[in-house]
T-cell receptor, first 109, second 117 residues
Framework: RKEVEQDPGPFNVPEGATVAFNCTYS??????FFWYRQDCRKEPKLLMS???SGNEDGRFTAQLNRASQYISLLIRDSKLSDSATYLC??????????FGTGTRLKVLA | EAQVTQNPRYLITVTGKKLTVTCSQN?????MSWYRQDPGLGLRQIYY???????DKGDVPEGYKVSRKEKRNFPLILESPSPNQTSLYFC????????????????FGPGTRLTVL
């Protein structure tokens, strides 16, 4: 079983839709979590850190559920420019980072 | 401009011919890391460095070496490349977090696409 698992998608959604991704992690010692965005084999860029209390940044909301060991990303009012691959990342408090394989999102006009 | 640079961006080589991929950052970051990205496997950490002269293995270190003699540079060395090292490689850097779990953002270089024939 992979340490961080994501549904690869693709998720095809119309513009303006709300879409949610989940990511599960198996290492209960994981302490910090992130969502990164990656466009077509370019470098990943930080979208959001995921805090225990959950956090929101504009149209994006991230949640952490430690009991069930998953994190989620909600995107409201999807834009064409949101089309990308979203990478879930877990850090166990050491300096190692475990990336999920990514979830592809395609927002359709 | 704050950035992480990698060279070369593209490289085609043959089995067994030693190569070095350079990585440099201008943000005075303590932490640097190398990843490889393969279809279906995602990004996997090869090596990381917490500071000058301090490095450690990630999840897939076999066949790779690194060094950290200066804070800004973290080269990745393939002493004897093999076809299974054909991949997209990313270097990343960040400020060093606390031992309790770091929320520091990693900044990634543009990637190096390596093909080993």
């Amino acid at each position: 079983r992979k340490e961080v698992e994501q549904d690869p998608g693709p998720f095809n959604v119309p513009e303006g839709a709300t879409v949610a991704f989940n990511c599960t992690y198996s290492n209960s010692a994981s302490q910090s979590f992130f969502w990164y965005r990656q466009d077509c084999r370019k470098e990943p860029k930080l979208l959001m850190s995921v805090y225990s209390s959950g956090n929101e940044d504009g149209r994006f909301t991230a949640q952490l559920n430690r009991a069930s060991q998953y994190i989620s990303l909600l995107i409201r009012d999807s834009k064409l420019s949101d089309s990308a691959t979203y990478l879930c990342v877990a850090n166990s408090g050491t300096y190692k980072y475990i990336f999920g394989t990514g979830t592809r999102l395609k927002v359709l006009a | 401009e704050a950035q992480v640079t990698q060279n070369p961006r593209y490289l085609i080589t043959v089995t067994g011919k030693k190569l070095t991929v350079t990585c440099s950052q201008n943000m005075n970051h303590e932490y640097m890391s190398w990843y490889r990205q393969d279809p279906g496997l995602g990004l996997r950490q090869i090596y990381y460095s917490m500071n000058v002269e301090v490095t450690d293995k990630g999840d897939v270190p076999e066949g790779y070496k690194v060094s950290r003699k200066e804070k800004r540079n973290f080269p990745l060395i393939l002493e004897s490349p093999s076809p299974n090292q054909t991949s997209l490689y990313f270097c990343a850097s960040s400020t060093r977090g606390t031992s309790g779990g770091s929320y520091n953002e990693q900044f990634f270089g543009p990637g190096t696409r390596l093909t080993v024939l």
